[in-house]
T-cell receptor, first 110, second 115 residues
Framework: DAKTTQPNSMESNEEEPVHLPCNHSTISGTDYIHWYRQLPSQGPEYVIHGLTSNVNNRMASLAIAEDRKSSTLILHRATLRDAAVYYCILNGNAGNMLTFGGGTRLMVKP | NAGVMQNPRHLVRRRGQEARLRCSPMKGHSHVYWYRQLPEEGLKFMVYLQKENIIDESGMPKERFSAEFPKEGPSILRIQQVVRGDSAAYFC?????????????FGPGTRLTVL
């Protein structure tokens, strides 16, 4: 799977929007962009995924650049419960394993 | 619909003993994945199984580790003759399909401590 680059950490205030960036300049045409998060002492949790178009669900929104070389996970109103490590992962149709990088540790301040 | 279940949640073993970790996938899921997370590190893929078959074990250590997913019952990750370096959190995930579009659902993990 192609590699992704994320900032090590970010801070946000509670109730404010958060934009978590991810660069994936070597993405291939069949790679889906997945986001997972891992809360402290828990297993990873699926957040959202997309291919080319922006996606929304009850947890977050995913904005994908037109050239697909970057994407942004948007949490519309951060809560304390959103404090976690967020992983941006590329998953192609031929692959089954998820390759986790270092992710972004999101800290939410009350 | 119950999520992915793993047991035990915590397991303590002495060096040289065997550890057996169990994973029950979500109902209707036939694809199971095992990942390992060493302390203060990211998750690393170990093995991918479908019912009765190992599809990809490229992340499994060559010795002492084995995995199975029988026709009936949970998937088992078995570690023989454990060493201190095996201390980690082991996560199981399952999916309905396989490939870029599908979502993997993770269990709560088994935290193995080797004394």
């Amino acid at each position: 799977d192609a590699k992704t680059t994320q900032p090590n950490s970010m801070e946000s205030n509670e109730e404010e929007p958060v934009h978590l960036p991810c660069n994936h300049s070597t993405i291939s045409g069949t790679d889906y962009i997945h986001w997972y998060r891992q809360l402290p002492s828990q297993g990873p949790e699926y957040v959202i995924h997309g291919l080319t178009s922006n996606v929304n669900n009850r947890m977050a929104s995913l904005a994908i650049a037109e050239d697909r070389k970057s994407s942004t996970l948007i949490l519309h109103r951060a809560t304390l419960r959103d404090a976690a490590v967020y992983y941006c992962i590329l998953n192609g149709n031929a692959g089954n394993m998820l390759t986790f990088g270092g992710g972004t540790r999101l800290m939410v301040k009350p | 619909n119950a999520g992915v279940m793993q047991n035990p949640r915590h397991l303590v073993r002495r060096r040289g003993q065997e550890a057996r970790l169990r994973c029950s996938p979500m109902k209707g899921h036939s694809h199971v994945y095992w990942y390992r997370q060493l302390p203060e590190e990211g998750l690393k893929f170990m093995v991918y199984l479908q019912k009765e078959n190992i599809i990809d074990e490229s992340g499994m250590p060559k010795e002492r580790f084995s995995a199975e997913f029988p026709k009936e019952g949970p998937s088992i990750l078995r570690i023989q003759q454990v060493v201190r370096g095996d201390s980690a959190a082991y996560f199981c995930a399952s999916s309905h399909l396989a490939g870029g579009t599908d979502t993997q659902y993770f269990g709560p993990g088994t935290r193995l401590t080797v004394l």
